[in-house]
């Protein structure tokens, strides 16, 4: 088992940053790789970025030069730098882990943080 705890969301004006932290704890060896994802109200949840245990990233083309994933081993926390904010970017972000142990793949959310841009 894994529980994902995100933090850092809120409400910003566009054009601002925001950092957003999704901490790990449990089962922590098992997972393969971590992102985050978003929904809008009456929207499908999407991929935003993700990170490898091995530390490769991507990030929609929505999002490229913009939001930055990273992850920080010792503290198995992955964070999820956003500047330029657009009001295109409200959303309730999620923090996403995949593991893989022998009962097979699995996947884990946190509970969601609201972002808010206002133009």
């Known amino acids: 088992q894994v529980q994902l705890v995100e933090s850092g969301g809120g409400l910003v004006q566009a054009g601002g940053s925001l950092r957003l932290s999704c901490a790990a704890s449990g089962s922590t060896f098992s997972i393969i790789r971590m992102g985050w994802y978003r929904q809008a109200p009456g929207q499908q949840r999407e991929l935003v970025a993700v990170i490898t245990s091995g530390g490769q990233t991507n990030h929609v083309d929505s999002v490229k030069g913009r939001f930055t994933i990273s992850r920080d081993n010792a503290k198995n926390t992955v964070y999820l730098q956003m500047n330029a904010l657009k009001p295109e970017d409200t959303a309730e972000y999620f923090c996403?882990?995949?593991?893989?142990?022998?009962?097979?793949?699995?996947?884990?959310w946190g509970q969601g943080t609201q972002v808010t841009v206002s133009s």
């Open positions: 996403n882990a995949f593991t893989i142990t022998t009962m097979g793949p699995n996947d884990y």
